[in-house]
């Protein structure tokens, strides 16, 4: 497997493979083998796991420059030293790869007040099957020109072109962080809250909502809303005075913050790891339309509840495909975003693209004409 050590090397090996017509698996640290689309059997394999190096790091301007091949917790270490953080939370975040993560689109609780990579992403550099390197944006918040090609590779699963370079907006640490748990006998009684907390003049970097079988895992087993929150001491008293009115409401700091928030944003993975045929399907909705979809779950689901985001947790394959039938039924997108790589030839993974998937083809034509580049992996569609 090639392991180009600088972006111009995985320029030039993108160019030799394609020049001579072989097919081409491209990956970092492949930690989401198992998300989206298998990517065809190919002629050969590209990694950019040694692409590591920190490019630029401007503290004072919150910005960073780093290569795809960077751990994701190594990014998220080095800017919490000065008190900063990219706070995409993404699923499997301690193999992923910055690049990884952006080419997946990964994100997670935080979404709803950080937004997802293309709020943070700010420029890049990619390679193309052409051998050539593209710029694109640059290292100023403002900057906006040529950001729309970078903004083509996010949630592309490396089907146009190798992310080389990642250029991120960070965000300044608060001062305290305290996070909540209500617990609620009902999800009509859970979305009451969520909705009252929507409303309010505090708004909480998340708002996680978890059915009782998803629940469970954390505590009792309740509908749960946990609920982060950042600012000075008095915002996070001020949270908990209000959070108090609405349920029984636990407060926690420290440590078991850190847990808290950990288990969350690995629950994906943790569910994969013990249910082998395990499928997780996700659903956007509208924050009005939450509440049906998560009603529709008859196993452990949980929900970005502040951004319209369900994911549900299938320990069989065959009752994730019915789910996902009677959800194009409804008219919901919905797609199965996890399987067990034996059943993704199987399974309709994305049944109802939209209206944009010509475009999409059309872009994959641009960039890659002959079908070359991780065939397959975009949910098995292009």
């Known amino acids: 497997m090639p392991a180009p050590q600088t972006p111009g090397e995985l320029a030039a090996a993108l160019g030799e493979a394609a020049a001579h017509g072989r097919t081409i698996s491209l990956a970092g640290h492949d930690s989401k083998r198992l998300m989206a689309g298998p990517t065809a059997a190919a002629d050969c394999a590209i990694t950019t796991a040694a ?23 190594e990014l998220t270490t080095l800017t ?4 900063q953080m990219a706070p995409l939370d993404p699923p499997f975040a ?43 944006g640059g290292m100023v918040v403002k900057n906006v020109a040529g950001l729309d090609m970078a903004k083509l590779m996010i949630g592309s699963f490396g089907t146009l072109a190798a992310i080389a370079v990642v250029n991120l907006k960070l965000a300044p640490a608060p001062e305290v962080e305290r996070s909540f748990l209500l617990a609620f006998d ?53 949270y908990q005075r209000e959070l108090a009115k609405l349920a029984d409401c636990e407060a926690i700091e420290g440590p078991r913050q850190e847990t808290l928030w950990n288990a969350i944003e690995s629950f994906t993975q943790t569910f994969l790891a013990r249910n082998p045929d395990g499928v997780v399907v996700r659903a956007s909705c509208t924050l009005k339309g939450l509440e049906e979809v998560l009603a529709s779950f008859q196993c452990p689901a949980l929900a970005r509840a502040g951004s319209g985001v369900c994911y549900g947790y299938f ?42 998937f010509e475009l999409m083809k059309r872009l994959k034509g641009l960039f890659d004409p002959a079908n070359l580049l991780n065939r397959g992996r975009l949910y098995g569609r292009i």
């Open 51 to 73: 692409l590591k190096r920190v490019i630029e790091y401007e503290p004072r301007d919150l910005t960073i420059s780093v290569e795809a091949g960077l751990p994701w917790r």
């Open 186 to 238: 009902s999800l009509q009684d859970a979305i009451a809250a969520r909705n009252s907390i929507l409303a309010s003049v505090l708004q909480p970097a998340a708002v996680d909502l978890l059915n009782k079988a998803a629940g469970a895992s954390l505590g009792p087993a309740s509908w749960l809303l946990a609920i982060r929150t950042g600012g000075n001491r008095a915002t996070a008293d001020r």
């Open 315 to 356: 320990e069989e394959s065959e009752a994730a495909a019915r789910w996902l039938v009677d959800a194009v039924r409804r008219g919901w997108k919905a797609v199965i975003e996890f399987s067990s790589e034996e059943r993704k030839g199987t399974l309709d993974l994305w049944p109802a693209p939209g209206s944009d």
């Open 80 to 83: 919490a030293r000065s008190r």
């Open 94 to 136: 301690r193999e992923a790869t910055v690049g990884g993560v952006i080419a997946s689109n990964g994100s997670g609780p935080r979404r709803r007040l950080y937004g997802t990579a293309r709020d943070l992403v700010i420029g890049m550099k990619f390679a193309t099957l052409e051998g050539k390197m593209v710029q694109s």
